[in-house]
């Protein structure tokens, strides 16, 4: 078996090792949903440098302050950092002075998690920080080390380092944001370890998007060439799987229980809108609880976890908005894994996987169309593309009820693509006059766009010979996943 390379993030890690090249201080900020790689970039960055420098590496548990006090204690002790040099810390301006000792010493200090010293009780602490982070940033060239800290909720890293009022604002040198894996780091991996069909394609990025730490986790399994039901076996339902708790530790733990429903709800019924999620909360829950618009707020603006997506050209006051997870594997697990996985001990194995990946499928029918969106932009970004695009590929709904999957648009070319995307082919073979009327109907209500190139295209997983010709019959250009990752 091949060896697990690092993958992709080339433009990051050229960030980072300019950084830590420079020898003097920083204050770094790296940003990104948890297991999306923030500790392994910076890993991989020191390596390829070959830094000599001294590493401090302490994860900050969401507690009182004497439980950061104890992670930094056995981080140290972990770490081997001298007593004698580096005192332990028995407070928290204790702990900032420290901290500045061990960057003027030449360390590299990681914080990660550092979004909990946004929580109540660490204001003090965060005015300790910003005193000695501005010492040290007064003596810049004279100092070796520097800090980095990692986190995971955006909100509150922007509280704690970006407004205005926070003691830390304006003393980030280096801000890096980690996002998923592209696709053609995601085909990189497949190609190495496993067969690029779109079959595989698309059941891996479904469940893991673009997260390496969960790829690995299958290349450790030694599952990544598997069929699915081995694989959801293997990285689910078994009790070492490694994945088995994963949306319960590190996504759902953050809610405490408060949005369970509401996240719930948008995972399993994708696209609604505001006022018929509020409605169907409140019936599927019994109860006329008038938090459910401010839950679902909070899980957008803050947590991240859901987003609200405007049919394409809608202006951003728009009130057609539909909500849905962000992340994959989240909705994977709220849609389709976790019930399965919570009743292991009361139904037979083999037929709770067998239902998962049922409902596994139906979940695919959504991820495709994200899926093809971001391939269509990473080709345009490549210049490997047939279609050149100037805007966002988005999805087009209107009151009339006119529903296109993907909208793709030139403003140079003055061209614009229209896109049937389904899981099955045949659904996309059934579908092809009804796709017709809804771009007439689209173009209807945009006149603008009369004068324009016009070009339809029906995307499924695969298309075969006969199901192309049926479609360029109806002037309806086919493409499959294999079409779209040629070349990357």
Known sequence: MSEWKFYGRREQLTDLERMLDRKRWFFAKVTGRRRIGKTTLIQQAMAELGSKLPV????????????????????????????EKHPRPNDMLQLAKLLEAMAEGG????LDEFQYFNRKGYEEFCSYLQASVDRLAAKANKVNGGLIVLG????????????RTAPLYNRVTDNINLSHLDISSILSILREHSEPTAERLLFLWNLFEGVPKFYRDCFEQDVLAANRKTLL?????ESSSPLRSEAENWFLRELRGRYDVVLKFVARNPGRMHKELVHAIREVSGTADTQVGGYLKILVEKFELIERKLPVFAKPEAKRGRYYVTDNFLRSWLAAIGNPVSAIAFRPLDELIHETDKRLMDVEGGSLEKLVGQLYEERSR????????THRVQGFWDKAGTEIDLVAFNETTESIRFGSIKRSPKKLMSDVNNFIQHVDRFLKAMPQYHGWSKQLVGIAPT????????????GILPQDLNDLTAGM
């Open 56 to 83: 401090f590496y302490v994860q900050i548990p969401d507690s009182e302050p004497s439980g950061v006090l104890s992670a930094v204690k056995d981080a140290l002790e972990t770490f081997s950092v001298p007593s």
């Open 107 to 110: 360390y590299i200090l990681i």
């Open 152 to 163: 995971s909720i955006h909100t509150e890293m922007v509280a704690l380092l970006e407004d």
């Open 233 to 237: 076996r293997r990285i689910f339902f």
């Open 382 to 389: 490549k210049g490997i593309g047939d279609f050149p695009i």
């Open 463 to 474: 298309l075969d010979t006969e199901q192309r010709t049926f479609l360029k019959t109806h």
